[in-house]
């Protein structure tokens, strides 16, 4: 087709069409010629040619959104009816678990094999079992194991292997795992494995033609934790046939007679707790072989021995914990244990003066030698210390003065050196602000004012009784708010009752028997309202006790000289006593005291803020409450 010249002009006649008196529809056509009489396309044909955009009826578009939201309705529903589907069958399931729980633990109680109490023990060996078994009944996938009443003793068994793996997890799971707790038949819970390169099968290795395990190899293990598990008899000699053993905790249990020397063979070890059981006898030297042992515990047994004959060699210790046996020697041993941080032989028979490795150790954070025959001196600090923060050494035979630089003991939580034989003076401790608990009572000392502690603001226990303090009883005690226990008893104290105690809110026990003091109870003891235990006799205070008398909660314990004494009044009014004493009777309280309440003062930062646990490996001693 040849190309239009430029500036063509096209010429466009537009027909009516048909007659009218023709009677059909108009036909308007289009007729276009360009300058060469070309006809071009007809108005309708253009019309079919030319894009257009298609507009939706307002009507439709609603029915469309109307058809698009019941969809996702739907979809919404069917995923809820889903979602809740789900969500009851789980309830099901736990509620079956549940019910399988109570029945097999039922079962377990009643054949003896485990206590109710340790099978509701949050993550005890025996609650974890018990649930394994439950859900495992709750699936059916055992059903002729679970539903069979002859298959009793096989079931006994199968919870006796997973209570054994739960008591033995390290870290989470075995390495190697051995299939146990998988849902197949406990006999065919083994696995091959490879010890210095020969092929061992390990776990369940056989059982006889009732399917009862007759062979258990676990020698890869590295971690054997069996504590409060109420297990009887002696030492289980298999133990020693585990030589991968890294941790071995047996305590609280009801074991019973000596320790082997073939533990000595176990050169892996780190940790071995035999806390709290009847093991009795020497303790076998070679223990000493044990290089790699960090934490040893066989306090609260009834073991004998020198301490010197099985400790010497073991340095890399970081915590000790002999207390509670009948240990003799000395603690001349210390001085190579260089990575020490808890040392605990209290109660024992240990001898010698106390080294200077003890308080001049870089490590030790608890010292505790109570309750042995130790003497000599308490030796000098040499340099700022902040590391120990527990110091006990109270029932022994110390002598001499403390020394001037035990306020370097800049850590120091708790100190405890009373029952003992120190004489002099006491130092100046004020300068050792972090102290909570300080007992200085029975010992020989000389007579002299009350010690400047006025800036021990964290003090919660100030035990003195029996110092032979005189004077008055200072204003800046009321300084001291954070005290509960307070025991002056048995001193020299003159004068009143300073109005200042008043503000030791937080004071419960408040001990100033057996002094001098004089006049009345000062109003503002009407504010300590958590005082409960109060003995004020074998003063020479008057007049009335209504300060303690009128409060809402009245003392458990209230002991004063509200007696008539040879027909003469009493020297106090006290309706709300719950013993009074005559005058002059010095002993009056001895009994109601040392019956009930003097081991809180002995004992208030001890025991009880202490726990051992031997959770996953972790022995450390953990506050309870920061002393």
């Known amino acids: 087709m040849s190309e239009e010249p430029q500036g063509t002009v096209h010429s466009f006649e537009i027909d009516s069409g048909a007659d009218e008196d023709d009677g059909s529809m108009i036909d308007n056509s289009v007729k276009v010629n360009d300058d060469a009489g070309n006809n071009l396309p007809s108005v309708e044909e253009a019309r079919e040619t030319i894009p257009h955009k298609r507009v939706t009826p307002p009507a439709k578009k609603n029915r469309m959104f109307c058809f698009a939201f019941m969809g996702l309705i739907i979809v919404a529903l069917v995923v809820t009816i889903i979602v809740l589907a789900l969500e009851l069958k789980d309830e099901k399931n736990q509620a079956s678990i549940q019910s399988h729980k109570e029945t097999l633990k039922d079962f377990l109680v009643e054949k003896e094999i485990s206590t109710a109490a340790s099978l509701r023990a949050p993550y005890s060996p025996q609650s974890q079992a018990l649930y394994f078994l439950a859900e495992e009944k709750a699936s059916k996938k055992l059903s002729s194991l679970y539903d069979n009443a002859l298959n009793e003793q096989r079931i006994i068994e199968r919870y006796v292997l997973a209570v054994l793996y739960f008591a033995l997890i390290d870290n989470g799971e075995w390495n190697p795992g051995y299939s146990f707790l998988t849902t197949q038949d406990y006999c065919r819970w083994y696995q091959r494995v490879i ?112 301490l010197d004959q099985f400790l010497t060699n073991l340095d890399d210790l970081s915590w000790l914990d002999l207390q509670g046996n009948s240990f003799t020697g000395s603690l001349n041993w210390l001085d190579g244990m260089d990575q020490l941080t808890i040392l605990d032989v209290s109660s024992n028979k240990i001898g010698g003066q106390i080294p200077g490795s003890l308080v001049n150790h870089p490590t030790l954070q608890l010292v505790d030698i109570h309750g042995n025959t130790l003497t000599g001196d308490l030796p000098a600090i040499e340099g700022e210390n902040t590391k120990l923060v527990f110091l006990l050494m109270h029932d022994n035979k110390v002598a001499g003065t403390v020394p001037e630089s035990i306020s370097s003991l800049a850590g120091l939580k708790v100190l405890d050196i009373s029952f003992n034989e120190f004489t002099g003076q006491l130092p100046a401790m004020n300068s050792m602000d972090e102290l909570q608990y300080l007992v200085t009572s029975e010992n020989n000392f000389s007579e002299q004012p009350m010690p400047d502690l006025q800036d021990l603001r964290k003090l919660r226990d ?79 205070l008057t007049g009335s006790t209504s300060v303690l008398c009128e409060r809402t909660d009245q003392a458990n314990l209230f002991i004063s000289d509200c007696k008539e004494t040879n027909g003469q009044p009493a020297q106090i009014s006290c309706p709300c006593c719950t013993k009074c004493c005559e005058t002059g009777d010095v002993g009056c309280s001895d009994f109601e005291w040392s019956a009930q309440l003097e081991i809180i003062g002995k004992n208030l930062y001890r025991e009880s803020y202490f726990n051992t646990t031997g959770v996953n490996g972790d022995f450390s001693k953990q506050n309870d409450e920061n002393p």
């Open 462 to 540: 100030l035990t003195m009784k029996g110092n032979k303090i005189q004077g008055a009883i200072p204003d800046w005690i009321g300084d001291l708010t954070a005290l509960t226990y307070l025991d002056l008893d048995a001193n020299l104290l003159t004068g009143t009752i300073p109005s200042q105690i008043g503000k030791i809110s937080n004071l419960y026990t408040l001990l100033l028997n057996r002094n001098d003091l004089n006049g009345t109870l000062p109003a503002e003891m009407a504010d300590l309202l958590e005082l409960e235990n109060v003995l004020i006799d074998g003063n020479d």
């Open 195 to 306: 010890i210095n390169n020969d092929v061992i099968l390990g776990g369940v290795r056989s059982c006889n033609d009732d399917g009862y395990v007759t062979d258990l190899h676990l020698s890869l293990l590295q971690s054997l934790q069996l504590t409060s598990n109420d297990i009887s008899g002696d030492f289980p000699s298999g133990i020693l046939n585990l030589p991968n053993l890294k941790i071995l905790a047996l305590g609280n249990n009801k074991f019973k007679g000596t320790i082997p020397i073939g533990l000595g063979d176990l050169s892996e070890l780190s940790v071995l707790a035999l806390s709290g059981n009847s093991f009795e006898g020497k303790v076998p030297s070679a223990l000493g072989q044990l290089s790699a042992l960090t934490n040893l515990q066989l306090d609260d047994n009834s073991l004998s021995g020198n």
